[in-house]
């Protein structure tokens, strides 16, 4: 009971020297943080702990990628290799290339063609990546029938793929997009199959965040129909900026993806917001000939399907950059050109969950949680000290560093500090005095058996370690199931409670042990204070 | 010096001739429990149910309650629960699921954010979509049971089946209980609800822990004893700890209810009783059990 060996004070003084030592970052103003960040050598710990965004307010978004979309998206541009390589191999058919659900099908009665073609389409379906040695099954199935119905059918696999791809297009798109509207740390990630979750810290607007993050952003320039265009060819869009819906020539001049730039600006003449925007050598040839052949003639600024403007080409644009129009308001230019700037979205995306928590509620949070600690610290510090005395003054102590701890671990984990989190320290504080009461009640029961001081200590801690163990690690498994289980602010409370708990087995059993041994060293007491 | 406690050393308390008013007690706790959860259910909140939660504070003057409650009808929301708390300044109004999908949830806060922000903050926006809710449904119920399954994993490497069965039953009975005690008092029911159960159920099985530990001590200890009175012997001995402990929790646990905030009351309040009843049922339905499945069968062999 009185010896311990030397490393063993020792490592328990480091351990809690170095947890102090974590925490004073976080007790710091922030500019005088970054500060020591860049006047500390790097391996000086000035991390302050990581907030939730509950606390430290801010939009966590999760948004889903339109699978549907994707998968649509797949099959029209399948059938439109299927007519390209029919194209290129004067294979004749007969009717015309059907799409049916995932199904591209069409008719090639002759045998001879079928033979030139069907390679060619095969080829489509070697899986890509393949020359890295990534073995995966083959995006597209082939079905010939005897009668020339050739069926091409995308496969689960060729489905998953393409998703898997436009989720990471996805999140390169909104972090563009995000770090456009000038936020600090925003959290960008994958999460599942088929969503990314946004988390944007300390955001004022949301609306803004929500607008920027769920535009596609796909950008057209088409050419508005003629009265007398075949209805095969065109499509009837909403306009923006007037009610009534515009005939607009199917075939896309110029696409969004031939933008190198995009600035907000205004129209020199009139002073309305506009976009100022530049094409990358590609789409200003593309735009400078489609300009060229259609003097006079009004084309249609599509975004997302619907027209913007449609002004009239009043002489052929081959300087490569051009200016959007459409009744903006400064913000609607500003936002349009950052979502110009980033690029389109490969798929519709929707919000599928959205939490938001304003600064001021955060704030509150915080100074609630802070409350809360200090009045049940103050409660169970009291309670401690009026119970067992001396001993209980011990108990305080660890107490004290057990919380500290549990703050240092928070920040060398760099786990994140929720509202439930604050909870779960608060409860640790009522429970992490549970393993002193054990030890202090078992060596009371001891003492009354009629054991002498130091035996009573000694059976005390012994007899009481394997019940603290026991005890402790049921907590710790709620703790670690809440863990795997809960996300964001419950993985917060799972976070703090599990340390609370580590750290109590080393606080309450080896600190107060040895502050009880040197306590007894000096004074060689008769009696138990308890 | 003098110390204070709430138990007096020494107590020969007989608590196991009170199972005979705990047995009952509990019964009827739990079948209300059953019978409310069944009648009632429980009260979801958005992460369960869907739906959308905002928290707003009046730019100035109170929150105008009948103005928010209206909103449901102006925009053919359904019903939307509108609650005052803190200041007269501050409500949260809740709007049902919408049909339509995700899409939906995100027009109708549009369409209410437009109206209503020129008069309020928004301190706090939550829009839970029909499929993240029933994802979180799956992975509560999934956390409720993985729990469960744990604790009997644990309790069989740990104890004789007597005992196990004691510390079950008495987990089980904590369940029910705070189950119940959601279903009475309408508590919303989160995902912070689910974190306070499995804490809960962590708790409960703790408290028992600590008394089994000291019976199987006592067990080996007093072969001759019968055993209500040794039951009674190692409760009288734990006593002090179990108040103990409760009390500091239970301290701590009402600085939270008190000073914690709006946003985490449910959770503390529903820990406080979760506390309580872990507290009781170790004393008096865990052990009593013990003297029905003769337990001393098992210490002779063990």
């Given amino acids: 009971m009185l010896r311990f060996a030397r490393w063993k004070v020792a490592s328990v003084l480091a351990m809690s020297l170095v947890s102090i030592f974590l925490i004073v970052p976080s007790l710091l103003p922030a500019d005088l943080r970054s500060a020591m960040q860049k006047a500390l050598p790097k391996w000086v710990p000035t991390q302050a702990i990581v907030l939730g965004l509950d606390l430290q307010g801010g939009a966590h978004l999760l948004l889903e990628v339109d699978s549907s979309d994707v998968l649509r998206s797949q099959v029209n541009n399948l059938r439109d290799d299927v007519r390209r390589i029919l194209r290129e191999e004067n294979a004749r058919l007969s009717g015309g290339i059907g799409i049916q659900g995932r199904t591209v099908q069409f008719r090639v009665p002759e045998q001879a063609d079928r033979n030139r073609a069907l390679p060619k389409l095969r080829a489509l379906s070697n899986p890509t990546g393949s020359a890295l040695g990534v073995v995966s099954a083959p995006p597209y199935e082939i079905n010939e029938q005897p009668d020339g119905l050739v069926q091409i059918v995308v496969t689960d696999a060729g489905v998953n793929e393409r998703v898997r791809r436009a989720v990471d297009q996805t999140i390169e798109v909104l972090r563009r997009r995000v770090d456009a509207l000038g936020t600090t740390e925003p959290n960008i990630q994958r999460q599942g199959a088929d969503r990314v979750l946004v988390q944007v810290p300390g955001l004022q607007d949301t609306n803004r965040l929500k607008e920027i993050l769920g535009t596609t952003a796909k950008l057209e320039f088409r050419m508005v129909a003629d009265p007398g265009a075949s209805p095969a060819d065109v499509d009837q869009l909403d306009q923006t900026d007037q009610p009534g819906k515009i005939g607009v020539e199917k075939r896309v001049m110029v696409e969004g993806e031939d933008l190198t730039d995009a600035q907000p600006s205004f129209d020199q003449r009139t002073g309305e917001p506009v976009v100022n925007f530049r094409f990358n050598i590609r789409g200003g040839q593309r735009f400078g000939e489609a300009t060229s052949a259609n003097v006079g003639r009004p084309f249609a600024i599509v975004l997302d399907n619907k027209v913007i403007s449609a002004p009239r080409i009043l002489s052929p644009i081959t300087g490569g950059s051009g200016q959007i129009s459409g009744r903006f308001t400064v913000e609607q230019a500003n936002n349009l050109s950052i979502l110009l700037r980033a690029g389109a979205l490969p798929a519709k995306l929707s919000i599928v969950e959205e939490r938001t928590v304003g600064p001021g509620l955060g704030q509150d949070s915080i100074e609630a949680g802070k409350r809360a600690a200090y009045v049940a610290g103050i409660l169970v510090f009291c309670y401690m000290l009026i119970t067992y005395g001396v001993f209980g003054i011990f108990a305080d102590l660890a107490l004290a560093i057990h919380i500290v701890m549990i703050f240092a671990g928070l920040v060398l984990l760099q786990a994140t500090l929720t509202l439930p989190g604050i909870a779960g320290i608060v409860l640790t504080i009522g429970m992490a005095v549970d393993s002193n009461v054990l030890i202090y009640e078992r060596i009371r029961e001891e003492a009354r058996a009629g054991r002498s001081v130091v035996t009573a200590l000694d059976a005390g801690f012994n007899r009481a370690f394997a019940t603290i163990i026991d005890s402790q690690s049921t907590m710790f498994v709620a703790a670690v199931i809440l863990y795997f289980l809960g996300s964001g602010p419950v993985r917060g409370f799972a976070v703090s409670l599990g340390l609370g708990i580590l750290t109590t087995v080393v606080t309450a059993v080896t600190m107060t042990r040895m502050m009880i041994a040197l306590w007894y060293r000096f004074g060689r007491p008769q009696k138990l204070p308890i | ?302």
């Fill in chain 2, 1 to 302: 010096m003098r110390t204070f406690r709430l138990a007096p050393d020494n107590m020969t308390f007989g608590f196991m001739r009170l199972r005979r008013v705990s047995y009952p007690f509990s019964a009827l706790m739990s079948i209300i429990s059953v019978l409310m959860f069944l009648a009632w259910g429980l009260n979801f909140g958005i992460d369960f149910a869907g739906g959308t939660l905002l928290e707003v504070r009046a730019k100035s003057g109170t929150a105008d309650l009948t103005q928010l409650r209206g909103l449901g009808d102006r925009f053919a929301l359904g019903e939307v629960e509108v609650q005052a708390f803190g200041g007269n300044a501050d409500a949260t109004v809740r709007i049902r699921l919408q049909p339509g999908g995700d899409a939906a949830q995100q027009a109708a806060v549009e369409r209410v954010r437009e109206a209503i922000t020129s008069d309020y903050e928004f301190r706090r926006i939550e829009v839970v979509g029909p499929r993240v809710s029933g994802e979180l449904v799956q992975s509560g119920t999934l956390g409720v049971v993985l729990s469960i399954v744990s604790v009997l994993i644990y309790l069989w490497f740990r104890y004789e089946w007597q005992l196990a069965v004691a510390a079950v039953i008495a987990t089980m009975h904590d369940l029910l209980l705070t189950v119940g005690f959601f279903a009475v008092t309408r508590l919303e029911f989160n995902i912070t609800s689910i974190a306070a159960i499995l804490t809960i159920v962590g708790l409960s099985l703790n408290e028992t822990v600590v008394v089994l530990d000291r019976i199987r001590e006592m067990m080996k200890k007093y072969k001759k004893l019968p055993i209500p009175q040794m039951i009674d012997l190692s409760i009288n001995a734990v006593l002090s700890r179990t108040i103990m402990t409760s009390t500091t929790t239970l301290l701590a646990l009402i600085a939270l209810v008190l000073f914690g905030g709006h946003v985490i009351q449910s959770f503390s309040l529903a820990m406080m009783f979760g506390v309580i009843v872990a507290t009781y049922s170790s004393i008096f339905i865990c052990s009593p059990i013990l003297i029905y499945l003769g337990v001393r069968d098992a210490a002779d062999k063990g």
